[in-house]
């Protein structure tokens, strides 16, 4: 069946710097995404969402991408801190069934 | 506000048994999901309720049922459990079964299958 997938398992950055997570996602009638985090030991947390009459969105030093051309999505998350080491999930409301989510990465952050 | 509460935190079964967790969402809300989660297929849908009533359900066999109370408390079973059952269970709750509604998460059940 169609899928929410990213890119990379594991994603290692500098603290301070920018950290840039992609997704790509099949299903065309996709129209609502969601970027979780989960914590090592925690539940998903929600971090921000777009719909798809969105190309941007921007939260609390976190932006995320829509390119419903090439179907990709991206989260962005500025001056990355040591609190931001977690896996990261993309997911897609699309069909009937529930969210459906990528693997996800993991954002390691290095000092 | 309390967040989604999921008990028990950690559950350790062997191959044929029978699971019960439980779940109780945010007070106020209504809309109940389930989700697996494991190394290798990641978070995958299980079913959803509102008002008692189960809206959504995802690919998993008949082994897996689940049910809602009037106070929105929900339960997830599992019957002749496998060694792949193994996993953490997640529930997430939200204000209610409109799409874009918010669903916040629980902590999950870890369970083991000997």
């Known amino acids: 069946g169609e899928s929410v997938g990213l890119h990379l398992p594991t994603l290692s950055v500098q603290e301070g710097d920018n950290s840039i997570i992609n997704c790509a996602y099949s299903?065309?009638?996709?129209?609502?995404f969601i970027w979780y985090k989960q914590e090592s030991g925690k539940g998903p947390q929600f971090i921000i969402d777009i719909r798809s009459n969105m190309d941007k969105r921007q939260g609390q030093r976190v932006t995320v991408l829509l390119n419903k051309t090439v179907k990709h999505l991206s989260l962005q998350i500025a001056a990355t801190q040591p609190g931001d080491s977690a896996v990261y999930f993309c997911a897609d409301l699309s069909g009937a069934d529930g969210l459906t989510f990528g693997k996800g990465t993991h954002l390691i952050i290095q000092p | 506000k309390a967040g989604v509460t999921q008990t028990p935190r950690y559950l350790i079964k062997t191959r044929g048994q029978q699971v019960t967790l439980s779940c109780s969402p945010i007070?106020?809300?209504?809309?109940v999901s389930w989700y697996q989660q494991t190394p290798g297929q990641g978070l995958q849908f299980l079913f959803e309720?509102?008002?008692?009533?189960?809206?959504n359900k995802g690919n998993f066999p008949g082994r897996f049922s689940g049910r809602q109370f009037s106070n929105s408390r929900s339960e997830m079973n599992v019957s002749t459990l496998e060694l792949g059952d193994s996993a953490l269970y997640l529930c997430a709750s939200s204000s209610g079964p409109h799409r874009y509604n918010e669903q916040f998460f629980g902590p999950g059940t870890r369970l083991t299958v000997l």
């Open positions: 309720y509102f008002s008692e009533t189960q809206r």
């Open positions: 299903n065309s009638a996709s129209d609502y």
């Open positions: 007070s106020g809300h209504r809309s």
